[in-house]
Each structure stands twice: as C-alpha cells, then as structure tokens.
C-alpha cells in the first residue's frame, strides 16, 4: 500500500459526459502528479500540482482539467469524453517538486463506452 | 526531449533463472533521475528504485540489482533466481531535475512471464 488513494476504482460512463477523478496524496506529501495508461500511447504524464499550484503540464488534453485543494487532495476533470480517452488514470505524489520518488495510487479505470 | 527505449516487449523464463531487462534513455540534461516501476497483474505501479544521474554505483537489494552506466545511456535490471511472483510488467522511467515538463517519462515496458 503506497498510501496514495483515489476513487473510484472503476468508472463507466457515455461518450459526451463529464466525470471526476479523486485523489487523495500521502501524508506530508505536497506534489501531485497525474498519469493516464492507454494501451496504444502507455503511461503519459498528464499534469503535475505542487501545494496547489500548478507546476507542469504534459500531454494533457485541453478537454481535461485539475486542481489541487488547501487541503492537498486533486481532482482530475475529464469533459466531453470520447471512446479513446477510456484507460487508466494514476495519480502520483511526492514529497517535494523535483527530486522525490513518486508513490502511485492504485488507479481509477475509466471506460467511455 | 526525453526518450526512455525498453526494447524487450516480452520475455519468458522458467523459474529459478536469472533475467535482465534492458533499458536505454536519451536526455540532453546533465542532471536526471532514473527509476524502476514494477506493475503486477493487479494493476498498481510499485516503486522499485530511484538513481540519480551521478551516482553510477550499482546497486543490489535482495535478488533485484540494477546497472547504471552513463557512457552506455543503461540503467539495466536483473533479478536473479526469478520467482513467479516476480511476473508483472515493469517500467523504466526518466525525469530531469529542474523546470519545465517534469513528470517521469516512462517507457514501454517489459512483460516479464516466469513459468513454474
């Protein structure tokens, strides 16, 4: 158990919908990362949040948005979903902005159906 | 940009033997971290290892070590004596230190099967 949470675990939903994504960092932790798992593109860095501040964007859709709370929990945002963007949705966090190992959660599987 | 290659897509042993998965990054920056990641069939990514781009020490946990040489670009792992358990999926991962896209470029990864 890394001690990163997110829920759900699972997620079924249209194409065109919205949904949200939760997670929850380890204790202390102050970055949060997000990563999406696709067969055909494989793990992509999506975006990166230091204590609530955006820090760094990756291959992250305009479609999909984030935010970090006071409180260090982020939520990822995924709007007017297509069948591609169904895979597996990581959330990462790390003690620091740079240098720390990054500890993943377990994943949330989202199927756009 | 950063590149991680894992050129072994699959790889199938029988248990007992010793197997390396190879890896080989391309980064222009001087300083960077390289990692580990194995994912078994449930899913997770568990941490395995974390090197920085001046340490070249090998290093040796167990039956898992791992061969950092920077003139080759390689940060190769081996597990020796391979259990089932070891079967899984595992990942190279790059990130520089500093600003810009900072997230863990990963590779492929290998799919390692180890047979009973």
């Given at each position: 158990d890394s001690g990163v949470t997110q829920t759900p675990k699972h997620l079924i939903t249209a194409t065109g919908q919205r949904v949200t994504l939760r997670c929850s960092p380890r204790s202390g932790d102050l970055s949060v990362y997000w990563y999406q798992q696709s067969l055909d593109q494989g793990l992509q860095f999506l975006i990166h949040y230091y204590n609530g501040e955006e820090r760094a964007k990756g291959n992250i859709l305009e479609r999909f948005s984030a935010q970090q709370f006071p409180d260090l929990h982020s939520e990822l945002n995924l709007s007017?979903?297509?069948?591609?963007?169904s895979a597996l949705y990581f959330c990462a966090s790390s003690v620091d902005r740079s240098e720390g190992k990054q500890y993943f959660g377990p994943g949330t599987r989202l199927t756009v159906t | 940009a950063q590149k991680v290659t894992q050129a072994q897509t699959e790889i199938s042993v029988v248990e007992k033997e010793d197997v390396t998965l190879d890896c080989v990054y391309e980064t222009r920056d001087t300083t960077y971290y390289l990692f580990w990641y194995k994912q078994p069939p449930s899913g997770e990514l568990v941490f395995l290892i974390r090197r920085n781009s001046f340490d070249e020490q090998n290093e040796i946990s167990g039956r898992y070590s791992w061969n950092f040489q920077k003139s080759t670009s390689s940060f190769n792992f081996t597990i020796t004596a391979?259990?089932?358990?070891?079967?899984a999926v595992y990942f190279c991962a790059l990130r520089i230190s500093?600003?810009?896209?900072?997230g863990l470029t990963f590779g492929k990864g290998t799919h390692l099967i180890i047979q009973p």
């Open positions: 007017s979903l297509e069948l591609g963007d | 391979s259990q089932v358990v070891d079967s500093g600003g810009g896209a900072d």
